[in-house]
């Protein structure tokens, strides 16, 4: 039974998500790019004369990751969803998992970028970013029971993500496989995630609040006794 606020994730998850936050924070500080001395980009440069789209084009999925993050965030803490809280709690664990286990893939695998930057092209942590939030909120979208068309507007965030890994071959940065490989991984932990949590109707499982107390009366004609019969489901 949830006793706080913050008390939304059972332990094991919680240990889980700070053992992610913590790899990754030492990794981002340590920095170990694996360099290629000759080129020396970073993640978010690209040469604009390979990309087949226009600038604008190429940086909505340079930096849609970010985007869709701001989006969703945005919409759970500002918005009216009754669960938004919780949701925004989870989906903070779902992108720990998958940038977490990304992290772990990048520094095993050293694997060299398209464009010769560095050796962390496998997998794609754009990709696994992307498809970690659009796969959350279409989850979202299609058991909410109030939006009609649902299967349409949950369609959208895969679209962007999609489009975002395709942004990130065409710059080079990734083989298909790399962002395959990322978006599943995404996918995957915001599909567990999000099941775990809420039910089918996206609402979340583990409130005391959502117990509910049923009445109804007891009579006993041969007896000429009246009761009432209780029941509560948690």
Known sequence: MRVGKWDISPNKIKYMSLFFATEIAVFTLLNPQYEDLETRSSDFEFNQDEISTPKWAYELGNHGPTLLTLGQYSYYLLGSDQWGFEKAFVLTESLLAAQGTVFTLKYTMNSKR?????????????????????????????????????????????????YIGWTRIDAKKHRLEDVITGGLIGALSSYIMYDFHFDKSGRYKFDSSESRVFISPSINTTQSQFGLNIKVFF
């Open 114 to 162: 398209p464009d010769s930057s560095n050796y962390l092209s496998f997998p794609s942590g754009h990709s696994a970013h992307a498809f970690t939030i659009a796969t959350f909120a279409s989850i979202d979208i299609l058991r909410s029971s109030n939006l009609d068309n649902k299967e349409i507007w949950a369609s959208l965030p895969l679209l962007y993500a999609g």
